[in-house]
């Protein structure tokens, strides 16, 4: 399975977010939509990612309040990056290593949509439930007198 096919169920809908807005802002926009990251756009490119990861720790960072603190001043600057021929198990190794649980999804500059770890799992859950429901129904169909020969 590869990136292009769970972006295909998932559905297109980006939310992005500029270097120059505020990082109140930002939060806002993450809480309104029910999302964990923002694509930061400058000039029709990609120039980093904003999950909440980003945002507690300069909220933190200061003391306790978003300030004046711009996008910029929080964003990861150097996300990790897919494509959409990227194998799912070279996305989910990605995630795992870099503790990452969202992707921008590129090809060449352009940006084709974001993945989360929680898409990655979906689809792992989704392929392994209809494996079994293909393997459940070769089973009911088995030929009547014939038992089916252990493996061992």
């Known amino acids: 399975m590869k990136v292009s096919d769970i972006l295909r169920l998932k559905g297109g809908t980006l939310f992005t977010i500029t ?3 505020t990082l109140a802002d930002a939060a806002q926009l993450m809480a309104d939509r029910d999302i964990g990251s923002l694509v930061v756009i400058s000039h029709g490119l990609v120039v980093g990612m904003l999950t ?3 945002v507690i720790r300069a909220v933190v960072k ?3 309040s978003f300030g004046a603190t711009t996008v910029y001043r929080a964003m990861d600057s150097g996300p990790l990056i897919c494509t959409m021929e990227t194998d799912m198990d070279e996305v989910r190794r990605m995630m795992l290593e870099r503790h ?3 992707m921008p999804v590129m090809d060449s500059k352009m940006l084709m949509g974001v993945i989360s770890f929680y898409d990655v799992a979906k689809a792992v ?3 392994q439930n209809f494996e079994n429901k293909l393997l459940k129904a070769y089973i009911r169909d088995w030929p009547e007198g014939e038992a089916p020969v252990a493996q061992g």
């Open 62 to 64: 200061n003391g306790g």
């Open 19 to 21: 270097p120059e807005d």
């Open 100 to 102: 990452v649980r969202y």
């Open 52 to 54: 909440f990861r980003e």
């Open 125 to 127: 859950v989704d392929s």
